[in-house]
């Protein structure tokens, strides 16, 4: 059984959650209040709700999308969507934003390099992906989306061999990028309703997921946001 402290969450509408095992520790995203709850699950601390937005209103430019966990810089890096989107980069001990990188239109996937300490981002519109610093929190370059708008909703990085696998929503193609120099290297056409991708290394393998996607969702705006 969940933890109760993890069944309340439910009623927050969680977009995306990630488990630090260094800390025992799920940080899970709340899509419309712009805050992450960090939720020990053995039981160790109460739980913490880390208020990122500064603003209660409920609209996309204060909304968090993609979590993800850097557990040896003990650092959290969040996605908000927006017209004009962002990046929070939070340290994991004491919930305080260290950064907040503003970033072009709709900021979702995340992936991080470790070794190199580059941070990328997926986007929709014509910006495919931004490289940030989270150290400087700074912008280091950004990578077209041509020949089409893009919505690259998740990410995957294969560091050893410099390829970044992105999940497009607005295509249903699973994408490969140089993750160095930016270029598309190979286009997997998949389903549309396409959301998530995952690399394993040790199997040289890519598994991804998609949402059951309908004509009538298509026409209710349903489906993947």
Request: glycine letters at 8%; a neutral charge; aromatic letters at 6%.
């Amino acid at each position: 059984d969940l933890p109760l402290s993890l069944r309340r969450q439910r009623q927050m509408c969680i977009r995306d959650s990630v488990y630090d095992a260094s800390r025992r520790t799920l940080y899970a995203g709340h899509t419309f209040d712009g805050a992450v709850s960090a939720i020990a699950l053995d039981g160790s601390a109460p739980t913490r709700s880390l208020a990122l937005s500064t603003t209660q209103e409920k609209s996309h430019d204060n909304r968090t999308r993609k979590v993800l966990v850097d557990s040896a810089g003990q650092r959290l890096f969040v996605s908000s969507p927006g017209t004009q989107g962002h990046v929070w980069i939070v340290d994991a001990n004491s919930g305080r934003i260290l950064h907040t990188v503003a970033l072009s239109k709709w900021p979702a996937g995340l992936a991080y390099d470790a070794a190199r300490n580059r941070l990328y981002v997926g986007h929709g519109g014509t910006v495919a992906l931004s490289v940030i610093d989270p150290d400087r929190g700074v912008v280091l370059q950004q990578f077209p989306a041509a020949p089409q708008e893009r919505f690259l909703v998740n990410l995957s990085l294969d560091a050893g061999g410099e390829r970044l696998f992105a999940a497009d929503a607005n295509s249903g193609d699973l994408l490969v990028f140089d993750s160095l120099r930016g270029t598309l290297l190979k286009r997997i056409p998949i389903s549309m309703g396409l959301l998530d991708v995952v690399y394993d290394a040790r199997r040289d393998r890519i598994y991804v997921s998609c949402l059951l996607y309908t004509s009538d969702a298509a026409d209710e705006g349903l489906g993947v946001d």
